[in-house]
């Protein structure tokens, strides 16, 4: 068995021609889960060749429009794209299962009741929720909004945490401690750092500070990709660095 993650959406609200708005995708066996769901994700995956008919579980980091607004596109596309029979797990912070809801008042019934079996659950820190058999999904709340949190993919071959948006926070990189994979979030140069997001530095140091063996960095704003990321994060970072792309693979634990 393998845990593979391609980064579908590197990009961040900033429309830009190579890098769409966030999105994961995190594969191991029959489990296949889209970790936020942005602008371009769906046709995105269906470039990259990704089964987007059978996934297993959306899973949400917050509900800022890039990581969120394609979300029930996606609903709709396996109502009327698919003849899928299988159930689709959605997951999110606390607020998930009111924000689909709320949906459903404002634009249609089928958001909750599309017609497949669908299952939706607000997630809690220290309540792993299980994926599979000896897979499971965790949550921490990252300095960003008041509902954003980061997810962590635990399997045999190794945990895959995913910051979603966040800003500095020492106690995600305790959380995030022994991470085979820290997919973390690098949107600003130094020079613009604010609390709610990070630069590649405090990426590197957040990866440094849990131990992490390898560090992706995604969701990149215009203004930080005309520094050297790399050097920057591998200041305070000594393990591999990865300026993700949209489309790239990683095997998890390997
Ligand atoms: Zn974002
Ligand atoms: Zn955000």
Known sequence: MSLTLVTVGTGTVAPHPKRSSPANWVERGEVRVLMDCGAGTLHR????????????????????????????ALLFALKWATHREEP?????????VQLFKRLADAIGKWVTDPGYPLVMLDLHP??????????TLEV????????????????????????????PSEELGDWATGCALLLAECSLPEAMAIDMHLTPRQAGALAQRAAARRLVLTHFYPPVEQVDIVTEAASVYRGPIVVANDGDRFEVGR
Do not use: C, I, K, N
């Open 88 to 96: 689709l797990v959605v997951l999110g912070p606390v607020g998930t």
């Open 45 to 72: 995956l269906a470039e990259f060749g990704l089964p987007w008919e059978h996934v297993s579980h959306l899973a949400l980091t917050h509900f800022h429009p890039d990581h969120f607004g394609e979300a029930p």
């Open 126 to 135: 220290g309540e792993p929720f299980p994926l599979g058999a000896d897979m």
């Open 140 to 167: 921490h709340r990252t300095p960003h909004t008041q509902e954003s949190v980061a997810l962590g993919v635990r399997a045999p071959e190794g945990l895959l945490v995913y910051t979603g948006d966040t800003g």
